[in-house]
């Protein structure tokens, strides 16, 4: 673990170099990048998958780059309060860094449909926390949050989709392109990810609109359709743009409605529920490779990309990492 001096010079992130005024933002240095691209040819071709499961240990995965912006100045001692679904590996994500800092944490659940890895995940919760009570809806967690929160507790917002936490997403988006730039895979298409909170997404999309990129960010929704919009999505994405335009002093291009797009018919009509695409999608790829996908988000996402890629060059990002929940 390391905290970055804002004249720190050696390891200057995309996002710092392309914005140098952002350096004066604390940020916790929580993983290794950037993450590996690897085709699965033998899976499709013309697919291609970002590795950020391996993005950092003992748990890597998309919240981990929120988690750098929104965990920067943390201090040891310091309590957190989160809010999230039972098994939400967002929550989970809070846990283990804001542990690692010497933070106390706590998250406000509610109830979702369980499937094998989300029982996984609610169990570390519950063992990871200091406490994390499960509500009947996410409104009895937000009340119950905002109590903490006025009472000081440190908020960190569901998903870790704020401005600040977008900016972890912004940066990968410009980790890609430099990998596009160095060869290591042809700009893709589109940009498959799973959308729940649409940090992910948001911040992806501003990057290619950034970096002038023709990459579509396809969604696919595992949550239900009222956070799952395109256009919340860019909403968040132009709300990041703000922050960085007020740091930086520069002008920045705004993510239009066709630089996302969402698909719908991934959510199978809960959020946690398997669907049988998904397991079969799930089932492709560990047989091909060995890599472990969830069924609330990566499968899901990963019968999308399968779908997608005769389309032409099309990249799965994967999110999930399932190192921290032992054998699958
Ligand atoms: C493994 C995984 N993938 C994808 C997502 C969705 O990301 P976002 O909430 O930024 O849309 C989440 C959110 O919790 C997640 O835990």
């Given amino acids: 673990m390391s905290r970055r ?3 720190a010079s050696v390891d200057v992130i995309p996002l710092v170099a392309r914005f140098p005024a952002l350096a004066r933002l604390p940020r916790i240095s929580l993983g290794t990048f950037p993450t590996p691209v690897v085709a699965l040819k033998t899976v499709a071709p013309s697919l291609w998958i970002k590795r950020d499961d391996l993005c950092a240990d003992p748990m890597g995965g998309n919240k981990t780059r929120a988690l750098e912006f929104l965990l920067g100045d943390l201090h040891p001692g310091e309590r957190v309060v989160t809010v999230g679904s039972a098994g939400s590996t967002h929550a989970l994500a809070v846990a283990v860094y804001a542990a690692r800092i010497g933070a106390h944490v706590s998250v406000g659940r509610w109830t ?7 029982v996984r995940v609610a169990q570390q919760l519950a063992e990871r926390t200091d406490r994390a009570p499960v509500f009947r809806s996410p409104l009895g967690a937000y009340v119950w949050a905002l109590r903490q929160r006025r009472r000081g507790v440190r908020w960190i917002p569901a998903g870790g989709s704020s401005p600040l936490g977008i ?7 410009l980790e ?3 990998q596009i730039d160095a060869g290591m895979l042809p700009q893709p298409k589109r940009v498959v990810v799973p959308l729940g909170t649409g940090g992910t997404a948001a911040g992806l999309a501003l ?5 002038d990129r023709d990459i579509t960010v396809v969604g696919a929704r595992v949550v239900p359709r009222i956070v799952g919009r395109a256009r919340r999505v860019q909403r968040l994405a132009n709300r990041t743009a703000r922050l960085i335009e007020g740091m930086s002093g520069a002008r920045l291009p705004r993510v239009r409605r066709h630089d996302v797009s969402v698909a719908h018919d991934s959510y199978g009509g809960a959020y946690g529920r398997e669907t049988d695409k998904g397991k079969e999608a799930a089932a492709r790829l560990a047989n091909a490779t060995g890599i472990v996908l969830d069924p609330t988000y990566s499968a899901k996402a990963f019968s999308l990309a399968l779908e997608l890629a005769p389309g032409g060059p099309l990249l799965f990002w994967l999110t999930f990492d399932s190192r921290i929940l032992g054998a699958s």
Avoid at 112 to 118: D, G, H, I, K, L
Avoid at 207 to 211: D, K, L, P
Wanted: cysteine-free.
């Fill in 207 to 211: 990057a290619f609109r950034i970096a």
């Fill in 167 to 173: 900016l972890g997403h912004v940066n990968a988006g």
């Fill in 5 to 7: 001096s804002p004249t």
């Fill in 176 to 178: 890609l392109v430099a």
């Fill in 112 to 118: 979702q449909e369980m499937n094998a890895t989300a």
